[in-house]
């Protein structure tokens, strides 16, 4: 757990991170596709501008969002490098043996990389603002019309309670047990393919079986507990829609109206 | 001195909001040969402080000498560092992996590249050693019993032979039984085979049966390092740490301010009944 990276909720006291999850998760998705319907630079620009406000908003220093980008530089770098070679356009900017480099295509470029520099803070932005758990909550509130039809959407929700609940223990555990063997003598970072392969067993035989207890005693307290699935249970915290969803959605809103004024008239 | 530490300091996730600093400004010397007992209250800081000492966690600032001979240098082979200062982590029982105990307690030996003979040879030792029943050797370690266990994940450590040998609570979770036996077994341990010991515990009474000097923690740092006999003279300032000195030290503690000449280096119940005896004959006769 030496590098938190993408996808760690951290604790900050903002406005965003007070705002209800529901709330925030549907708009990371307005706003995740606002991004992609921006078709010039104004649109796109005014999209960049709201997303550098709510990441001040949010009170996430700005470090944590380039480091979530850090892990996926190259695919951005990828992805831009493919847009210019291949798009071809009738401005010839210059050539050389085989690859012919258009305008267009260095436009597509930069678009596609702050298209794709956009998904990750926006998405890392919810992570950072929300607890895992109150993003489970949400989207199980939000699935919850698919009841109707028969699909048990407490179940899910609650499954991928406990697998996020559980991610952090199994890092700290891996970690554990990896240092326990590296004691031994292990060594797991050269050699050849084979033996590294050979040094993950003694690592996954624990883990396995750590984790198959922890699953037994998990199931235990639970029905210690009484857990007997989602019929009937009532929530010590339930979801409450406030004034500061209604300033977040309001903005959201009149980013979305700019962006296809800007598009259409621009 | 075998190891020592130059103003260390260890950080978990610096820069962030967990930010947290473990392990304070150490400066410790261990000698050769010397028994110690690592205290202090639950987050001060003792499973980090050893976990530097065999090179698993690079300190923040500061530098740590095994032989004189700073181990962070850049040519320095860390993994050969691991065979001679051994560590048993807390929980050790949740590392065993391998099909059989033997070949479990042969992993270290193994990776330190040693011939066959020399392996079987020293895992029947270390089975020896932790009081392991040779015929529990072909079973499977997720057959033994707890207890067992622990004693099997110790063996796999002593079997590289450490110079030093660091454990990390070895005695949490067990009956008083199968405490007295891992205390008892590490003495013996360390007189025989004349190597460094280093044990961590919260548990001043297991300080006391075993170690002759005791390094207390607090909040990350060195509170105390002196011979056990002087850090339980403290007893007051041990307390308001959060630390209890052993019970028969304090009621001998009581006895001397009341006028009774006690000596004061009675840490265990078996020193107090002899000294006490040896009291009451000595009233008789006069
Ligand atoms: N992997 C980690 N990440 C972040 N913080 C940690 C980590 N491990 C320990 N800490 C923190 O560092 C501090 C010292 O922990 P450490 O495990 O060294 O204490 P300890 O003295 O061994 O405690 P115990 O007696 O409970 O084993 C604690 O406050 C703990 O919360
Ligand atoms: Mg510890």
Redesign the pocket.
Known sequence: ??DLTFGQYLPYDSFIHKSDPRTKLLLTLGLIVTAFVSFNFYSLGLVIVFTIMAMIVSKVPISFYLRSLKSIWFFVLLTAVLNVIYIKGDNLLFSFWIIKVYAEGIEKAIFIAIRIALLIFISSMLTYTTAPTALTDAIERLLSPLMKIGIDTHMFAMMMTIAIRFIPTLI?ET?KIMSAQKARGANMDSGSLLSRVKAIIPILIPLLISSVRRAKELADAMECRCYHGGKGRTRMNSLKASWRDAVCTLSAGLLLAGVILLNVFL | MILQTENLNYV??EKTP?E?T??KNVNIGIGENDFIGLI??????????V?HLNGLLKPTSGKIYFEGKNIFDKDYDLNALRFKVGLVF?YPEYQLFDETVEKDIAFGPRNMGLSEEEISQRVEEAAHIVGLKPELLSKSPFDLSGGEKRRAAIAGVIAMRPRVLIL??PTAGLDPVGRNRILEMLKNYRQEHNTTVIL?S?SMEDVAQVADKALV?NK?EVFMYDTVEKVFSHGEELEKIGLNVPYVTKIFAKLRANGVYVPTDVFTLDKAEKVLLKLLKREGKE
């Open positions: 757990m030496k700290e970690n | 978990y996730s967990f947290k473990a392990v202090g209250h639950t987050g001060s800081g003792k499973s980090t402080l976990q807390q990390d609570e961590v919260h923690m990350g």
